[in-house]
């Protein structure tokens, strides 16, 4: 099975940097997710990693240690409207039909304040 | 491309009540999966799907039944609606290949079973 921990919740200020942290222990690895969901939307993709090391997106960076089953998510710059949840997601190797099963923690809820 | 819709948006049930939620995707996906998402839980997969008239269970199947008749379509039925179930459910689906092979969220359907 797939077990992931993350913050609950996080404040930062509007053009500061913040880094969410996500943390797994799993049974089978192929891949982390990130995902952003604002309140009462659907998670949309933000980020993916698969090898070690940094991904950057623009004012996004995720950053992964298959080692440390360790992951970060960092924003840059921060606006109002990043506040929202940001959900770490690990898919598994690959089951029925290699199917892409993700195993979602339960997110981090980040307020971005004035 | 409408991406991935979901009907109903809103529903209320008495406990014992019957309904079926309708998934459809427009982007050729051949993945498809049913996820609900409670406070504090995070999203879990219910059902998923790699292909059209296959179906595999989730993390959490009791009580809810699916069928994929057409590749663009999924269902997700509640035979027997009890307050338990009361959650948003969110529908998703994936290509068979890709860079990230991301899932893609519909807006959600809330759902109150009383």
């Known amino acids: 099975g797939q077990n992931i921990d993350q913050p609950t919740e996080m404040t930062a200020t509007e053009g500061a940097i913040v880094q969410i942290n996500c943390t797994y222990q799993?049974?089978?690895?192929?891949?982390l997710f990130w995902y952003q969901q604002h309140a009462g939307e659907a998670p949309t993709f933000l980020s993916y990693?698969?090898?070690?090391g940094l991904e950057e997106k623009g004012r996004f960076s995720s950053f992964l240690s298959r080692s440390k089953g360790y992951s970060y998510l960092l924003l840059k710059e921060l606006q109002m409207k990043d506040s929202a949840s940001y959900l770490c997601?690990?898919?598994?190797?690959?089951?029925?039909?290699?199917?892409?099963?993700?195993?979602f923690g339960t997110g981090t809820r980040l307020q971005v304040t004035l | 491309n409408a991406g991935v819709t979901q009907t109903p948006k809103f529903r209320v049930l008495k406990t014992g009540q019957s309904m079926t939620l309708l998934c459809a995707q427009d982007?050729?996906?051949?993945?498809m999966y049913w996820y609900r998402q409670d406070p504090g839980m995070g999203l879990r997969l219910i059902h998923y799907?790699?292909?059209?008239?296959?179906?595999a269970k989730g993390e959490v199947p009791d009580g809810y039944n699916v069928s994929r008749l057409k590749k663009q379509n999924f269902l997700l039925g509640l035979e027997s609606a009890a307050p338990s179930q009361t959650s948003v459910y969110f529908c998703?689906?994936?290509?068979?290949?890709?860079?990230?092979?991301?899932?893609?969220f519909g807006p959600g359907t809330r759902l109150t079973v009383l």
């Open positions: 997601a690990v898919r598994d190797v690959g089951s029925t039909g290699t199917a892409s099963k993700l195993t």
């Open positions: 799993t049974s089978g690895f192929n891949g």
């Open positions: 998703a689906s994936s290509r068979l290949a890709g860079r990230y092979n991301e899932q893609f």
């Open positions: 799907s790699v292909g059209e008239g296959t179906t």
């Open positions: 982007m050729n996906h051949e993945y």
């Open positions: 990693n698969v090898l070690d």
